[in-house]
């Protein structure tokens, strides 16, 4: 009896031994292609630079340049603004602001879902109990093979039994026809026990779904920096306006003060017989017209305190006590380091995460090719089985199964070649969507370097266009005080100069959003978390 337990157990380990010896060796078997990093195909330099050399070059001036590409931008920019209170906000932003929030639980459920696909390569063991009553329904199969008529010509007198032992034929055929009796009646099945698969992943089917889980979790990640860089761009942003709100409705007011000089002056003038009646209307005129630019300051200045409140993630009107306080707009850094549109493509956290959704694309490719395979798997179940539940512990109620199963796909009517169509399809457009990414990109970083440029430019025209309408009205309103020049002289000259400091303060605003902007195409900011 040993012996048999020792080969039944020698021939249970040889074919487990071997498929394990198999699958070892074909655990390296990976079907589909394997994914390799697109080349972003970068420019040498960036555009608008190289057509300012271009423009040098055809005997144009040359623009003085405020940026520098032998540095890689700041990651944590808009320090350079050198304004605690904008350094703040962001940090509060960055811990408080709800879509960040949201972007943070999205990577985790792309982890999560990392962790399930890979649990469809490990083993699977399940316990199970159930209770059957059956009827075997063989007593009309007993009467018809005449089993029955057996068992009564055995219990005959004088039956070939009998003639050996008397009596014996009786007993026997009764015995015979309670056992046949006892099949034919209801019973009670109780079975409990273990059921244990493991798929072997031959050919990378639950390799490849797990590299497209993990390809996943990164493009959500890059998701994620790609919403903190908007959302510190968008507070600096919103910063910058109300600063800029401010600075307009504190010109505004000195615009009115010295309107009001002016009607003050222009009354004096016209009580010595020097202005008529016509100047003082006119100067009047000006004073109401000037204090009429207040209130529309103060709308915008409340929206951008609102929309500060909404980016940190708090309620309206948290942060006025904060930003009551009236400041001039930030000035920018007098250079920018903006680095070469090579990196562009390891910085912009899109770029990254449409490669990240090529790279899962081309995992799902795989996945496709492997469905034309067969799949392997171990399957066993071990318990016991008896009709009364007090009998399950005994090992004599002991069954068990062991063996591998295959299944290979003949016929599904198309389903998996158009399965794996689609999937080509599929990364076919992912690697399509990440050149576009790379162009728009490089679109976004040269139209703010243009547009930043340009508008600094325009703001030191603007700045000398001030000091020259000041220089202006002051001897206007001197000469106007002198009796040398009419009241439409200082007017015409107080209206050059307002129109000058408004347009100043709103240049000035345009330029420290423009470098926002900038900062953004160049992808910095999300690094530093």
Same mark, same amino acid.
């Given at each position: 009896m040993a012996t048999t337990k020792r080969r039944s157990a020698r021939s249970l380990r040889c074919p487990l031994g071997l498929l394990l010896t198999v699958a070892a060796t074909l655990a390296a078997c990976t079907v589909g292609p394997d994914f390799r990093p697109p080349d972003a195909h970068a420019p040498a330099g960036w555009h608008d630079l190289q057509r300012d050399d271009?423009?040098?070059?055809?005997?144009?001036?040359?623009?003085?340049?405020?940026?520098?590409?032998?540095?890689?931008?700041?990651?944590?920019?808009?320090?350079?603004?050198?304004d605690p209170m904008l350094d703040r906000l962001i940090e509060r932003a960055r811990a408080g602001n709800l879509d960040l929030q949201q972007a943070v639980l999205r990577i985790a459920e792309a982890r999560i879902q990392v962790q399930s696909t890979a649990a469809q390569g490990l083993p699977n063991l399940r316990a199970s109990a159930r209770y059957q009553r059956e009827q075997l329904g063989l007593k009309g199969l007993l009467q018809e093979n005449g089993i029955y008529d057996d068992a009564d010509r055995l219990a005959q007198p004088g039956s070939p039994i009998d003639k050996i032992s008397p009596g014996a034929g009786a007993a026997a055929g009764n015995g015979l026809k309670n056992a046949l009796?006892?099949?034919?009646?209801?019973?009670?099945?109780?079975?409990?026990?273990?059921?244990?698969?493991?798929?072997?992943?031959?050919?990378?089917?639950? %390799? *490849?779904?797990?590299?497209?889980? #993990? /390809?996943?979790? &990164?493009?959500?990640?890059?998701?994620? @920096?790609?919403?903190?860089?908007?959302?510190?761009?968008?507070?600096?942003?919103?910063?910058?306006?109300?600063?800029?709100a401010q600075a307009g409705y504190d010109l505004a007011k000195q615009l009115v003060d010295d309107a009001q000089q002016t009607l003050r002056l222009t009354q004096s003038q016209a009580s010595v017989g020097l202005a008529s009646a016509l100047d003082v209307k006119q100067a009047a005129a000006q004073v109401a017209e000037t204090e009429?630019?207040?209130?529309?300051?103060?709308?915008?200045?409340?929206?951008?305190?609102?929309?500060?409140?909404?980016?940190?993630?708090?309620?309206?009107?948290?942060?006025?006590?904060?930003?009551?306080?009236?400041?001039?707009?930030?000035?920018?850094?007098?250079?920018?380091?903006?680095?070469?549109?090579?990196?562009?493509? %390891? *910085?912009?956290?899109?770029?990254? #995460? /449409?490669?990240? &959704?090529?790279?899962?694309?081309?995992? @799902?490719?795989g996945?496709?090719?492997?469905?034309?395979?067969?799949?392997?798997s171990l399957t066993g179940q071990i318990g016991t089985r008896a009709q009364y539940s007090s009998d399950l512990a005994r090992w004599s109620h002991l069954f068990y199964s062991f063996g591998p199963a295959i299944s290979l796909p003949i016929f599904s009517g198309g389903t998996l070649r158009a399965n794996l169509r689609l999937s080509n399809a599929r990364e076919a457009?992912?690697?399509?969507?990440?050149?576009?990414?790379?162009?728009?990109?490089?679109?976004?970083?040269?139209?703010?370097?243009a547009v930043y440029r340009s508008d600094l430019a325009h703001r030191d025209a603007l700045g000398r266009s001030v000091d020259a309408d000041q220089s202006a009205f002051d001897l206007a309103r001197e000469r106007y005080a002198k009796g040398f020049s009419t009241f439409i002289q200082v007017l015409d000259a107080q209206t050059r100069l307002a129109q000058a400091k408004q347009q100043y303060v709103q240049a000035t605003t345009q330029v420290a959003t423009d470098l926002v902007a900038l900062y953004k195409a160049l992808g910095g900011g999300w690094q530093q978390t």
């Open positions: 271009k423009a040098a070059t055809a005997g144009a001036a040359r623009h003085e340049s405020p940026v520098v590409v032998d540095a890689d931008p700041d990651p944590r920019w808009w320090h350079g603004f050198q009796n006892n099949l034919s009646s209801p019973i009670n099945l109780w079975q409990a026990g273990f059921d244990a698969s493991w798929e072997l992943d031959f050919f990378g089917r639950v %390799r *490849r779904s797990v590299e497209s889980a #993990q /390809a996943q979790v &990164q493009a959500a990640g890059e998701s994620r @920096n790609d919403a903190l860089l908007s959302l510190e761009a968008e507070v600096a942003q919103t910063y910058l306006q109300l600063r800029g009429a630019q207040l209130p529309p300051y103060d709308g915008q200045i409340v929206q951008a305190e609102n929309g500060l409140a909404l980016l940190v993630g708090a309620p309206p009107g948290s942060l006025d006590a904060e930003l009551e306080r009236h400041e001039a707009v930030p000035p920018v850094p007098p250079s920018v380091s903006i680095g070469l549109p090579a990196t562009l493509a %390891r *910085r912009r956290p899109d770029i990254r #995460q /449409a490669e990240a &959704q090529l790279h899962a694309a081309t995992a @799902n490719v996945v496709a090719v492997a469905q034309f395979f067969p799949d392997i457009e992912a690697a399509l969507n990440y050149r576009k990414t790379v162009l728009v990109a490089l679109r976004d970083v040269d139209n703010a370097l």
